[in-house]
């Protein structure tokens, strides 16, 4: 909402205070200024000139002639775009030499052959908002001939100010008024309201609203005898300063009352609407099936239960708080008028104003629970103004709705104020700020009664008098302090978590954290291998794009798209990891949020170099799982969706599985766009690897030497080596400490069809050095072991 | 053999010793003079034998200062020797070592990522736990046991994306704020927690918008937690990650789950507080949004608000990784260019 300087200084006195002041005091109190922009400075050099010659120019059809004059000179001749003008209009003149607001130096300029005298400024060429439709057109009533225009247009500063949800009483220039006048302690001047008698001319009026939930005051107003006058210059003067347009009198004046005091107002006019001769029966009912009310902006709605509707004689004339009817639309000739004064639920306004898709000024204010109070306020300020400026006079009028409750005292102790600031305050410091806000505060013993202002329906309790309190006085003055520690988090915070442990294991390793976003196109995470298998995806009612309308239920398709991100970018190598939540959901029940780690391992196309990455990111899933108390992994030969069918395995430890790993398949790279070759892991870590990492249980060290031992052996080319060396661990050697295989060799020595392992065997017993003949009876068996296995001959 | 004889022959192995010019001559003239069979030393001390027990006690002696010089001459020579063959060898196997090298092959942290860590840190000196929650939420936790009924306007600003049937109850959370209630709910205070993690609201990417984006929730419920104490914690916090002259300002805004509600705003580093473009001319930068937990929220999360007080907040740390590292646009931050993360 936009505020202006000199107008809230109508309110509360500003004298000697900077606009940056106030825009510092307003947004530390919580209305943040976003913006502060001067209005209508530099206008001293402007003069207000009149039309008093208009043609067009000649072989031009848009640009015209003005000839244009100030009291006393000469008539000049000014080229112009605009298709605004006339004769004897009042117009803002920048003669050559002029520097506007905005920058620009007018000079003479030759046009079509003539001389241009300088310009004729549209509002935003003169910094008086965007408007550019035309020429601004000087009313007779604001300005003369020949007036410099910073006269028609004194130098104001404008707020552009983000109110809290929950303040529909600083929607207004008042309201913001009531924040400074507390916050400087300067008294509150209130905008002047009069109740004039009422004639009895016009017929008399009636309210009948169906549901006082729905609508708790409705004041109806009559008003006569308006003629063409417009609002006085002050008005529409605000009212532009502030970005909005002039539309007449009456439209003017009620929109002013809505910026001042905050109360929206409509205006119906009256020979418009469907009048009997004696009584006018205004309704606020819910809207029926099958009715439609053609609005203010051409535009026919359909109407249903859930609108609420202003009638008059049961037909509907108004959306509630939102827009008025065209049919009774206040016009130029409109001469009496039923002012509409009312405060309509919010929570209906709000789905109305969704469902209808509109928002408008009035709608903005009730949607956050606007005070019933500013109803009989605003109504009044209005009369007051139509009376004294519009020469209107005041008919009957009629309420509708229920007695408003007064605002109830808040009973509290300023011990407890204190207590939840932490700053010492006594009951007067505590009482003081409460008044300067128009509360009513009676000061007891060792308690306060505080009454807050009608206005203020966001404070309730007692710790929403605090926070006024706080706000007012500063949050500045209150002391930073740290809370009493008194107990020490549980034991099982000081263990290192499970996503820490394997970030610190993965970059270690040389992979980078990456991060991605939880939402992909289920489709294409479908091209990307996944840990879990055939599920459909959760997908969201109300996505952004497809390409972000489903929950992930895997890690690879974002670290897939990273690195073509920076294969695209010219990097050759790419090693990425990341670590996070995946949804998996069947049915209604909450879906299961495995904490999963992907790991993405790209170089160029090169398949045994391939295969030794792909080895050393098992590795790596090894020494995780170790440093992550994850046990002894084994990796099972699979064939796996998305993965190179000869180089895929499961990843199992502890009798589960935990992951999968693998070379990404050839059309899956490609879907992502990928050259070269993808290794890559998923694995999940939860319930796997333990927060803390493995505990550290450490055996004495042997004291006697081992005895290594090769043995090299012919096996058929498939053969497996996991397999095998399960075999040998099944033999339960007592002395055989470990199996390493050295070497793999397949060449034309060995013949067709056939590979050569060589294993390393270390041997040892504990309390005694082994012989030559123990290491070759050791060696024997696992010869034979590997026989039985894999059909292994001795080489 | 003499005497002279001994010492001729000594003095003409010391001489060899000298002159032998790598490691294999100066075997052969350990051979010549002290070889096991033949040299000529051990063949002189053979003669040992034949002489008389008064020649053979003063000749012994000879021998025997002459065969140790020899094997310090030997062994000194060899030495020397060794060393020179060493430098040889290293010498055709060198390496430039001014050749420009990559960095070692660690990787990066994501800079959010680590900035989590690092907040969790400055938490955890402060007896702050790090807890997660699920990022999947009911209307329940996400909203209405924090005093957002159902047309609560606060809710506006959270753009929420909802799940389709059959999981039409669930929710993205849209902060990280209903942990708060699962904790409040699943233990008794005192309570420091930190959360953090990832949340959504329905935002059209853009430079300062991403639909998925991380926070890091914290709450602190204990007897006698005033404001007071969350300014202290925030000015500590916020200069931890800001540095020690960064000022830091308190301003009054609105959350319906707390009350009174306080934004925290650090000075633009661009312009140090005199208005540019990063800080929209303000300033300031918003970095985080907290306040006092409202009554009826400590309620809902089975605290007694008579007993009990405390204060809640969040911050972005994606917001906070762009302004401290001084990214231009939010967004990079998931696209994992190697490039960027490997600044960190």
């Known amino acids: 909402m936009r505020v202006s300087h000199e107008w809230l200084g109508e309110m509360v006195d500003l004298e000697g205070v900077e606009p940056a002041k106030v825009a510092d005091l307003l947004t530390l109190s919580g209305t943040e200024v976003e913006k502060v922009t001067a209005f209508g400075e530099g206008l001293e050099q402007v003069v207000v000139g009149e039309v008093v010659g208009l043609r067009r120019v000649e072989g031009s059809d848009h640009l015209f002639l003005a000839h244009v004059a100030t009291p006393g000179q000469e008539p000049r001749e000014v080229i112009c775009g605009a298709d605004n003008l006339f004769v004897g209009a009042l117009v803002p003149w920048a003669r050559p030499g002029t520097r506007l607001p905005i920058g620009a130096e007018i000079g003479r300029k030759r046009l079509r052959g003539i001389w241009s005298e300088g310009m004729l400024c549209a509002p935003d060429e003169l910094g008086l908002g965007s408007d550019h439709d035309g020429v601004l057109i000087l009313s007779p009533a604001d300005a003369e001939g020949g007036m410099p225009l910073d006269r028609v247009y004194p130098a104001d500063h404008l707020y552009e100010l983000e109110v809290l949800s929950n303040r529909a009483d600083c929607l207004s220039h008042w309201g913001v008024a009531r924040e400074l006048s507390a916050l400087l302690s300067r008294p509150l001047r209130d905008p ?277 309190v706080g706000r007012i006085l500063g949050y500045r003055k209150v002391p930073g302090t740290l809370p009493p520690n008194r107990q020490a988090p549980p034991l099982e915070a000081l263990a290192e978590p499970v996503a820490r442990l394997a970030s610190a294991t993965c970059r270690a390793a040389g992979f980078s954290e990456a991060l991605t976003l939880s939402l992909v196109s289920g489709e294409r995470e479908g091209l990307a291998p996944r840990l879990i298998g055939n599920l459909a995806h959760l997908e969201l009612d109300n996505p952004l794009s497809a390409q972000l309308g489903s929950l992930r239920q895997g890690l690879l398709q974002g670290l897939l798209q990273s690195a073509h991100h920076n294969q695209a970018r010219g990097q050759d190598q790419v090693r990425l990891f990341e670590q996070g939540a995946a949804f998996w959901g069947r049915g209604p029940e909450r879906p299961e949020e495995p904490w999963m780690l992907a790991l993405l391992d790209l170089e160029d196309d090169e398949a045994v170099a391939a295969a030794a990455r792909l080895r050393r990111l098992m590795a790596l899933i090894a020494s995780l799982s170790s440093v992550g108390g994850g046990g002894v992994v084994e990796f099972r030969p699979v064939t796996w969706l998305g993965l190179h069918r000869a180089r895929a395995a499961e990843v199992w430890a502890g009798a589960e599985r935990r992951g999968i790993v693998g070379e990404v398949a050839r059309p899956g790279a490609d879907a992502f766009d990928v050259r070269g070759r993808v290794e890559v892991a998923e694995l999940r870590l939860d319930g796997w690897l333990k927060p803390g990492g493995r505990p550290g249980h450490a055996p004495p060290l042997p004291r006697t030497p081992a005895l290594v031992l090769d043995l090299s052996v012919t096996v ?62 050791a060696r024997q068996a696992v010869l034979r072991a590997l026989e039985l296995e894999v059909g292994a001959t001795a080489r | 053999m003499t005497s002279v004889d001994l010492q001729e022959l000594t003095a003409m192995a010391l001489e060899e010793i000298a002159r032998a010019d790598s490691l294999e001559r100066l075997d052969g003239v350990r051979l010549r003079y002290l070889g096991r069979r033949d040299g000529l030393v051990t063949l002189a001390g053979q003669r040992l034998r034949e002489l008389s027990p008064e020649q053979r006690a003063v000749y012994g002696q000879e021998f025997n200062r002459a065969t140790g010089e020899l094997r310090l001459a030997l062994e000194a020579r060899q030495r020397e020797l060794a060393v020179g063959e060493e430098a040889l060898r290293e010498d055709a196997e060198w390496v430039d070592m001014s050749h420009p090298f990559r960095e070692p092959e660690v990787g990066h942290p994501h800079p959010v990522a680590g900035l989590i860590r690092e907040i969790e840190d400055i938490f955890a000196f402060l007896g702050y736990q790090s807890v997660a929650g699920p990022e999947l939420e009911d209307d329940q936790h996400n909203f209405q046991l924090l005093n957002m009924p159902p047309e609560h306007p606060a809710r506006d600003a959270h753009d929420t994306f909802y799940l389709r049937p059959p999981a039409g109850g669930w929710l993205y959370r849209t902060h990280t704020s209903p942990v708060q209630m699962r904790a409040m709910l699943g233990s008794r205070p005192p309570l420091r927690i930190i959360v953090p993690g990832k949340v959504a609201r329905r935002d059209n990417p853009d430079p300062t918008h991403t639909p998925v984006f991380h926070q890091v929730e914290g709450l602190c419920v204990d007897r006698g937690v005033t404001l007071g104490d969350l300014k202290g914690t925030l000015e500590y916090v916020i200069r931890a990650l800001f540095g020690r002259d960064r000022r830091v300002r308190l301003r009054a805004s609105y959350f319906p789950y707390t009350e009174p509600s306080l934004e925290a705003d650090v000075a633009c580093a661009v312009c140090q507080g005199a208005g540019c473009r990063t800080c929209l001319q303000k300033g300031w930068i918003e970095i985080l949004g907290s306040g006092m937990v409202h009554p009826e929220v400590l309620r809902n999360g089975g605290v007694d608000p008579e007993i009990h007080s405390g204060f809640a907040f969040g911050m972005g740390p994606d917001r906070i990784a762009v302004l401290r590292y001084g990214l231009a646009d939010l967004r990079d931050l998931y696209e994992n260019d190697l490039r960027l993360l490997e600044c960190f």
């Open chain 1, 192 to 468: 002047e309201t009069s109740r004039p008698p009422r004639s009895s001319s016009a017929p008399s009026v009636q309210v009948a609203v169906d549901s006082s939930a729905d609508c708790p005051i409705y004041l109806a107003e009559l008003l006569t005898g308006f003629g063409d006058t417009p609002a006085p210059a002050i008005v529409r003067r605000r009212l532009a300063a502030i970005g909005q347009r002039s539309r007449g009198g009456i439209v003017d004046l009620a929109n002013y009352v809505m910026f001042e005091i905050g109360q929206p107002l409509h205006t119906f006019d009256l020979d418009r609407l469907p009048t009997p001769e004696s009584e006018l029966a205004v309704g606020v009912r819910r809207g029926r099936r099958g009715e439609s009310i053609t609005c203010l902006d051409g535009i026919t709605r359909e109407l249903d239960p859930e609108t609420l509707v202003i009638t008059v004689g049961d037909a509907p004339q108004a959306v509630a708080g939102l827009i008025g009817g065209e049919a009774s639309a206040v016009g130029p000739g409109t001469s009496q008028v039923l002012l509409e004064a009312a405060n309509f639920n919010w929570a209906r306004l709000r789905s109305t104003s969704r469902r209808l898709r509109l928002r408008t000024e009035a709608s903005g204010r009730f949607e956050r629970q606007l005070s019933p109070h500013l109803a009989r306020r605003g109504a009044d300020r209005f009369i007051h103004l139509a009376v004294r400026h519009l020469g209107a006079t005041l008919g009957p009028g009629a309420v509708g709705g229920v007695p408003l409750a007064a605002a109830a005292a808040i009973r509290c102790d300023p011990a407890r104020i204190s207590s939840i600031l932490g700053m010492e305050l006594s009951p007067a410091e505590v009482a003081g700020p409460l008044r300067r806000l128009q509360f009513e505060v009676r000061e007891g013993r060792g308690e306060i009664l505080a009454t807050p202002s009608p206005y203020r329906t966001d404070v309730t309790t007692a710790v929403d008098l605090a926070e006024e």
């Open chain 1, 716 to 777: 058929p080319s498939g053969a497996l080596l996991g397999p095998a060396l399960q075999a040998v661990e099944a033999l339960g050697l007592p002395e055989l400490e470990l199996v390493t295989p050295i070497d793999e060799y397949v060449g034309d020595q060995l013949g067709p069809g056939v590979k050569g392992w060589t294993l390393r065997l270390r041997l040892r017993r504990p309390e005694r050095t082994l012989t030559t003949a123990e290491g070759d009876k």
